[in-house]
């Protein structure tokens, strides 16, 4: 799933590439994926891209007129800049993994793609933010809160941290891959309850997800979109690392699988040695 370092550069990369063209001609070839119907995907066409900026998770290009295209990637989602299309029909909507086609007036632009069956990619046309639900309801980018606005935010809902943090009415950006990494780097059992995190806790934890996800955002920007899933994987120590050795400890990365996900951790560095119970297997593992 795009994160805040993978959905800011991708922002950048915009900016770079399609920030003063004109919109062709904006195509929808999911129509499960678009959830407004005003305005209309007519009303882009001839409109300069002005911007490409991000909220939390979701990406928010800018037209003139104050016309957002705000997207969310969800877990198998993507953007592919295109310097060239192969034609010049417009979209026909199917099963395809193309959801939006951006069209601009040199021949380039790009796509908003899915992956597998579950098909969650949201896209929002919009006048106002604030009428994009998940916008709305976004906490603090995790990026930018300082340390008393941090606290306070993850100490107002009591659970297991690697839920708070990655609740994004918390605080907004981190997602599953990216709480691991912060937690490993933070020395946190994932299962931590955040009432009882102590403040030298609160402050370690605060530090390494600006460290995280800043050192993430700095490899990201400059890349190639195609390029930014393998520098993500590149720069992982735990997450999707089961069975592999910790690159700080040695010890085996563990895992603990749910329904529809799972987290990955070094119970070295982050439980005392001690593994913790996989929930799906409802067993504890020894």
């Not at 001609?25 to 300069?48: D, F, H, M, N, Q």
């Not at 995790?142 to 941090?150: G, N, S």
């Amino acid at each position: 799933m795009p994160e805040l370092p993978e959905v800011e550069a991708l922002a950048g990369y915009l900016r770079q590439r399609a920030v003063g063209r004109r919109v062709d001609r904006l195509e929808i070839a999911a129509i499960s994926a678009l959830k407004t119907y005003e305005p209309a995907p007519t009303a882009v066409a001839g409109r300069a891209v002005v911007d490409a900026s991000r909220h939390g998770k979701f990406l928010d290009v800018l037209f003139e007129g104050d016309l957002h295209l705000v997207v969310h990637l969800a877990r198998a989602g993507w953007l592919h800049y295109r310097e060239a299309f192969p034609s010049t029909t417009p979209l026909r909507p199917g099963k395809g993994p193309i959801a939006v086609r951006v069209r601009l007036d040199d021949g380039s632009g790009f796509d908003l793609t899915e992956a597998g069956t579950q098909k969650k990619l949201a896209a929002y046309l919009v006048n106002d933010l604030a009428t994009v639900p998940g916008v709305a309801k976004l906490g603090p980018d995790a990026l930018a809160a300082d340390l008393p606005t941090f606290a306070e935010r993850l100490r107002s809902r009591r659970g297991q941290v690697k839920g708070v943090l990655t609740d994004q009415s918390v605080l907004s950006g981190v997602g599953n891959a990216y709480s691991d990494e912060i937690l490993h780097a933070a020395k946190l059992s994932p299962f931590a309850i955040t009432n009882r995190l102590t403040d030298d806790q609160i402050a370690t934890l605060h530090a390494t997800t600006r460290q995280v996800l800043g050192d993430a955002v700095e490899r990201s920007l400059g890349q190639r979109a195609a390029e930014l899933k393998g520098e993500k994987r590149s720069g992982l120590k735990v997450h999707a690392r089961t069975g592999l050795p910790c690159p700080v400890c040695g010890d085996t990365v563990r895992e603990v699988s749910f329904a529809d996900s799972s987290l990955q951790y070094c119970a070295t560095c982050q439980t005392g040695g001690k593994p913790l119970a996989d929930r799906r297997l409802s067993r504890l593992v020894r």
